[in-house]
């Protein structure tokens, strides 16, 4: 079974800086999603990527599939409070499995 | 509409009772499954369901039993839990099995 390994475990910054979460995996995925946890609730759906190299925005995230697919990054730029979260990061296994990470927790501080 | 509902939000049980989770589904998919989510633990996977079929169950323990009456319907039937299951149980739907999940608000189950 892969192993899905993200950094940091927490995050606490100013509203305003940027920041970067790490999702890494010796092995390749096919696919893999990033996911935002509010306490009480369930994940949501931010991103998916397929593609080796891929980049995607949405607003001030930006989320890079590695070219060997083993591994993903996301970045916020400028983090406001509203940010604040667990986020997941969960690949697709060759096998067709979905495994996730233990998740980054962030806080952005007003 | 919300495409994946679950019910109750909150649960609190004592250890002889018997209750049930509802997830309930609006996205016309075909793979549902039940998590667990532990404090300082990744997502935990229980059951896999495809075409209302179980296909997958991850060695947990009998006193959870899952059921999947139809394609827009989940249960997860409790009965005789432990103090160590309370925690945030997950619904979440796909396409298929290797396509993005969708969640639920999940159950916060306390077990007295």
């Known amino acids: 079974t892969q192993l899905l390994e993200q950094s940091p475990q927490f995050l606490s910054i100013q509203e305003g800086e940027n920041l970067t979460v790490y999702c890494n995996s010796s092995?390749?995925?096919?696919?893999l999603q990033w996911y935002r946890q509010e306490p009480g609730e369930g994940p949501v759906l931010l991103v998916t990527v397929v593609t080796g190299g891929e980049v995607k925005k949405l607003k001030r995230l930006t989320f890079q599939f590695g070219d060997a697919r083993k591994d993903s990054s996301l970045h916020i730029t400028a983090a406001q409070t509203g940010d604040t979260g667990l986020y997941l990061c969960?690949?697709?296994?060759?096998?067709?499995?979905?495994?996730f990470g233990k998740g980054t927790r962030l806080h952005i501080l007003p | 509409e919300t495409g994946v509902t679950q019910t109750p939000r909150h649960l609190v049980m004592g250890m002889t009772n018997k209750k049930s989770l509802k997830c309930e589904q609006h996205?016309?998919?075909?793979?549902m499954y039940w998590y667990k989510q532990s404090a300082k633990k990744p997502l935990e996977l229980m059951f896999v369901?495809?075409?209302?079929?179980?296909?997958e169950n991850n060695s947990v323990p009998s006193r959870f039993s899952p059921e999947c009456p139809n394609s827009s319907h989940l249960f997860l039937h409790l009965h005789t839990l432990q103090p160590e299951d309370s925690a945030l149980y997950l619904c979440a739907t796909a396409s298929g099995s290797s396509d993005t999940q969708y969640f639920g608000p999940g159950t916060r189950l306390t077990v007295l």
């Open positions: 996205l016309g998919h075909n793979a």
């Open positions: 369901y495809s075409l209302e079929e179980r296909v």
């Open positions: 969960a690949g697709g296994e060759i096998d067709d499995k979905i495994i």
């Open positions: 092995s390749v995925f096919s696919s």
